[in-house]
């Protein structure tokens, strides 16, 4: 009987290869070449294995962040600028060498639940820390150095040089000296632009924006008003306050509503009142229905009384000879134009009302209750009205 693989193998011989038969031998040098391939099937599984075992190690490697161990040891003072993201929190702890790796500290903050909450400031770090000691020692409100301050609306250039010297030890010589050249200081020279024919002074009156600022201890009297000062333009610039006055206003300089917002946040007892007071001053100056174009407000004379060093006083309480004084240059009384500087540092609210006051034919205001709220009247006989309900009103 033919055997079916005979045929093949004879297939194959008539090709040319040689014919084998099977029996005992051939089978048992298939069972070596099988056995040989099983071995070596089995040592490159082995080495694909190592590699990939090898692979894998470098790349943990690579990805696993270098760390210290521990709460560190030493002090280092760090400061992490405002708006830092946490890998320039990291790479400023890096610099000081409080932790080993950015990448360390990024992955701390990110296993930590109040990861983002940490602050810009200066703090007291500890050299060599983990990242997950660093996370928590930012968190931790004793190690931030705070200098922290508030200026309030209103409030002028001397009481917050006073304010300012007072919390950081810094005297207020040095605030004085630093704010003879505003310019410097960052206030761009267009500001001081006026139309109303007065002399420029240049001051650091009205740029110094009124807010909480936390100062780092290695701050100078200079450094610390170019914050203050770079935080006014700011707001302005969120405002839109230079181009809404200069298209809106047109007849004053952002400079000038500058000055109305300061003598409005003097005058207003409110933030209600703000843009009516504006919009007083801004009838009798440019609306040419008062006599002499005269602003006539009082609080001038008071700024001019604390530049000076004399004792202030209630507006019921100045005599005519005060309110009209030729030697105080901040007399609004007698005198057409705005004061030759703001009399004071105005907020927010101010600087709205300043460059967007309401319409309206008001020439008179008075305060008529003890909040300070006031009413405000286009003729004298309204605003006689409104004096007999202030007076009623224990007022005046």
């Known amino acids: 009987m033919i055997d079916e693989l005979d045929v093949a193998f004879d297939d194959q011989a008539e090709r040319g290869k040689p014919r084998h038969r099977r029996g005992s031998r051939a089978g048992k040098g298939r069972g070596g070449r099988s056995a040989v391939a099983f071995v070596m099937a089995f040592v490159l599984l082995g080495l694909l294995g190592g590699g990939m075992y090898l692979g894998y190690s470098k790349v943990r490697d690579f990805f696993t962040a270098a760390d210290y161990d521990g709460q560190g040891s030493g002090t280092v003072r760090v400061k992490i600028a405002d708006g830092s993201t946490i890998t320039d929190m990291g790479n400023a702890l890096v610099d000081k060498d409080v932790v080993k790796s950015t990448k360390a500290f990024v992955n701390a903050a990110e296993a930590n639940p109040k990861g983002e909450n940490i602050q810009g400031g200066t703090y007291d770090l500890r050299k060599q820390m983990s990242g997950e000691a660093a ?108 181009e809404t006055v200069e298209n809106d206003r047109k007849i004053i300089t952002p400079y000038e509503a500058l000055i109305t917002a300061s003598l409005a946040q003097a005058e207003a007892g409110n933030d209600e009142d703000l843009g009516k007071i504006v919009r007083v001053a801004y009838n009798r100056l440019y609306g040419g229905k008062f006599p002499c174009n005269c602003l006539q407000f009082d609080v001038g004379i008071n700024y001019y009384y604390q530049l000076t060093g004399k004792p202030t006083k209630p507006s019921k309480d100045m005599t005519t000879a005060e309110l009209t004084d030729p030697d105080n240059p901040y007399r609004t009384h007698g005198k057409p134009g705005l004061t030759p500087t703001p009399i004071n540092n105005p907020g927010k609210e101010a600087l709205k009302a300043a460059m967007s006051p309401p319409d309206g034919p008001w020439l008179y205001f008075v305060a008529i209750d003890k909040d300070g709220h006031s009413a405000f009247a286009s003729t004298l006989a309204g605003h006689n009205k409104n004096i007999q309900k202030a007076k009623e009103n224990g007022v005046l």
Request: charged share 25%.
């Open 135 to 242: 996370v928590t020692l930012l968190l931790d409100p004793k190690a931030r150095i705070v200098n922290g301050l508030t200026i309030t609306e209103g409030q002028t250039a001397n009481q917050a040089f006073a304010a300012i010297s007072k919390k950081t030890g810094i005297p207020v010589e040095d605030f004085e000296k630093a704010a003879e050249d505003p310019v410097k200081l960052g206030v761009p020279d267009w500001w001081f632009n006026r139309k109303d024919g007065q002399k420029v002074d240049k001051s650091i009156e009205g740029f110094l924006f009124p807010d909480t600022y936390e100062f780092p201890p290695d701050a100078t009297a200079s450094s610390i008003l170019e914050t203050m000062v770079q935080h006014f333009l700011d707001v302005t610039t969120e405002l839109n306050f230079v």
